[in-house]
């Protein structure tokens, strides 16, 4: 009777986390991943066609975690406000710069459709 029970608590506690998740786990991970770079035919709600960042809130988000990562937070959010476009699908994202200041300013490029940056720089 002892070993069903630890037979079944050595399931509960790998079948579930915290909150009564279910943890799918790496292996799942490392299958999903190996499928989509196959590139065979599965559900996905990316189609190139719509818009995922819909909004200018969520590009400058999407921007600010990558840009923060790479230039640090406090350069990035002294070339505030940000100057944000929505062009054939693409939020163009740049810094700008007080009057008479000398320097460069970020810019990034991000496909709205399936969030790839095409672009990012920074002037000197």
């Not at 998740?21 to 709600?45: C, D, M, S, V």
């Not at 921007?63 to 054939?88: N, T, W």
């Amino acid at each position: 009777m002892k070993y069903l029970i630890l037979i079944f608590l050595t399931f509960w506690i790998n079948a579930f986390s915290q909150n009564g998740k279910r943890i799918l786990g790496k292996n799942y991970a490392e299958k999903e991943l190996k499928l989509t770079l196959e590139n065979k035919p599965q559900h996905n709600i990316v189609d190139n066609k719509r818009l995922i960042i819909k909004d200018s809130i969520t590009a400058i988000n999407i921007a600010e975690q990558i840009l923060f990562d790479i230039y640090g937070k406090e350069q990035i959010e002294s070339e505030k406000p940000y100057e944000i476009y929505l062009i054939q699908n693409y939020w163009t994202i740049s810094g700008t710069l007080t009057q008479n200041s000398k320097g460069g300013t970020f810019l990034i490029i991000i496909d709205a459709r399936n969030c790839e940056v095409l672009k990012i720089t920074h002037g000197k």
